[in-house]
């Protein structure tokens, strides 16, 4: 005896309505688009500002409206401030973060992974790193700039300080994700010791060091506004620094838009190279 | 010939006390042998494949492929997991010639020998594809082939459809043991399914835990019936079958209830 059931004709919904799509319900906020919400947002912090500062509610000098920051911005952008252009400002501050990025990079992936494979490697470099690591960078900005002096050198080796070690804890945590599977794998495969690190080791653990790259870029974007602020004669911290000297209020807002503007550069920069990357993540 | 003699293995557990995973097991997996180790989760089934495939050293015995002592892992033992271990940033041609990049052939040459590989396991059409776009029973297909790309003196594989769903794990059983067929490969084959281990197996060999030791020993045919005539209902229907099915639970349901009344 067979048992099938007739199944209704799947064609039911033609000619009617379209049908109700439903959802799991979930907890939290989720996936959920919240664009327009955070635009509107804006948009209020804005209009609260352009009113705060037309009616005088603070003294001109200290609030300057919205419109006449954009006019500083245009004329900061065409005339330069405080003896360089806008684009020698922001490059001196780039090449800055650039250099120290790369510095910490290079040094910091390679001791990262080092620390992750090797009892000795992680036993050494984990006392210098676990002392200075949880340190603000600034509070030894005096040693560097006593030690190496005033100019760029003081800076960078402050930056890159600041950037390495949470580059080297990310390879290092990047390493710990490397399943014991995996490797056992490729170890049967007949992979030597170098193939392990560069064919398994080191694409496995890519994804948690670029996200430490991101977290040092932050970092050190931070650090480097910071320390142009009290020692530097170039640099969009600078010019925020000599800006507030004259009281020139709506210039310190035109620097604070610019090192927005820039580390919101460097996000979506380190987001795209990410999925350039690391196509794969999350997906397993 | 991979010759297992009288391998034991004692591990220390986490909290200290002295655990017997393998004791002084003998196990022989001669040419084109299909040997499948049956047992509960704990009766050192999965450390025997470990040792076999140099994952773990014996305590005392030793493993020998060929008359060579096995003293680490190598690519003349073709491992296959049960978790896919694939790499997820190559494609499925590059996972499955991995271990011919591994001992140094040319791109080209990897490349016509992954396909070749694929289309051994019915995958030809997903060369280009990533990893994580193929199913798990697809999946496994690939780590097949990728043990079998380096043409290793044998195959250890590690209770490879213990996650799979029923359906595909009886695809998966049926392709295996085509492959086996056609490459002629010596396998040493891993399972808690009784049913399983007699489709599959020239030899069976039943584990029971603490310590772990071979309980049982069968010389099978049901695996050469099936490949005679393709037909997997006959095999696992027939009479035989189904006593030897009975038989083996009972052996296995006894040692349990045995070494838990000992304890």
């Known amino acids: 005896m067979t048992n099938v059931v007739a199944t209704p004709a799947p064609a039911e919904h033609a000619g009617q309505s379209a049908p109700r799509l439903v959802k799991m319900r979930r907890f939290g906020v989720g996936e959920a688009s919240t664009l327009p919400i955070s635009l509107m947002s804006g948009a209020v912090i804005l209009a609260i500002w352009w009113i705060v500062a037309d009616l005088r509610l603070v003294p001109h000098l200290f609030l300057p409206t919205p419109g006449e920051a954009a006019t500083a911005a245009v004329s900061v952008f065409q005339d330069g401030y405080a003896n360089a252009t806008l684009f020698e400002h922001v490059g001196a501050s780039l090449l800055r973060i650039f250099t120290a990025a790369a510095i910490a990079i290079v040094l910091g992936i390679p001791i990262g992974l080092l620390m992750g494979l090797n009892k000795w490697a992680k036993g050494v470099f984990d006392t210098p790193i676990e002392f200075y690591w949880p340190l603000p960078p600034l509070a030894y900005l005096p040693l560097m700039i006593i030690w190496l002096g005033i100019g760029e050198t003081s800076k960078i080796t402050l930056l890159a300080l600041a950037m390495f070690a949470p580059i080297v804890l990310s390879a290092q945590a990047g390493v710990r994700s490397v399943s014991q599977e995996r490797v056992n794998a490729a170890l049967s495969l007949g992979a030597t010791g170098f193939q392990l690190l560069g064919e398994i080791v080191l694409p496995s653990a890519l994804p948690e060091i670029l ?19 009290i020692a530097a004669t170039r640099g969009i911290g600078y010019l925020i620094m000599s800006a507030s000297q004259f009281l020139a209020t709506d210039v310190v807002f035109v620097g604070i838009g610019i090192i927005a503007a820039c580390a919101f550069a460097f996000t979506f920069a380190m987001r795209l190279l990410e999925a350039w990357l690391v196509p794969w993540k999350g997906q397993n | 010939m991979l010759r297992v003699d009288k391998a034991s293995v004692f591990f220390s557990a986490r909290d200290g006390r002295i655990v017997h995973a393998l004791d002084r097991v003998s196990l022989d997996v001669p040419d084109r042998a299909f040997v499948v180790a049956l047992g509960a989760s704990g009766c050192g089934k999965s450390t025997l494949l470990n040792a076999m ?22 690519a003349d033992r073709g491992v296959v997991f049960q978790k896919d271990t694939l790499l997820p940033w190559k494609t499925i041609a590059e996972n499955v010639a991995l271990g011919l990049k591994f001992a140094g052939a040319r791109r080209t040459e990897r490349l016509e020998r992954a396909h070749e590989l694929l289309r051994l396991v019915g995958l030809q059409d997903f060369a280009a594809a990533a990893p994580y776009e193929l199913s798990g029973g697809m999946r ?21 459809f213990g996650a799979l769903d029923s359906l595909t794990r009886e695809q998966m059983q049926e392709l295996l043991v085509d492959v086996w067929n056609r490459t002629g490969k010596r396998i040493f084959f891993i399972t808690h399914s009784i049913e399983e281990a007699l489709f599959l197996g020239t030899h069976l060999v039943v584990m029971s835990p603490r310590p772990g030791r071979i309980v049982a020993r069968y010389d099978l045919d049901f695996v050469n019936a099936f490949a005679a005539r393709r037909d997997a209902r ?7 079958f189904g006593a030897l099915r009975d038989d083996i639970r009972d052996i296995v349901h006894e040692t349990q209830v045995l070494r838990s009344a000992a304890q």
């Open chain 1, 211 to 229: 996200t430490g790259i991101r977290i040092s870029l932050g970092v050190g974007w931070g650090t480097l506004v910071a320390a142009e602020l």
């Open chain 2, 234 to 240: 006959a095999v696992k229907g027939a009479p035989a």
């Open chain 2, 140 to 160: 496994q297909r690939v780590g097949i082939a990728r043990a079998l790309a380096t043409d290793p003196a044998i195959l250890l594989m590690d209770e490879p």
């Open chain 2, 53 to 74: 495939a140099g994952f773990l050293p014996l305590s005392s015995g030793s493993i020998a492929l060929n008359g060579v002592e096995v003293t680490g892992p190598g």
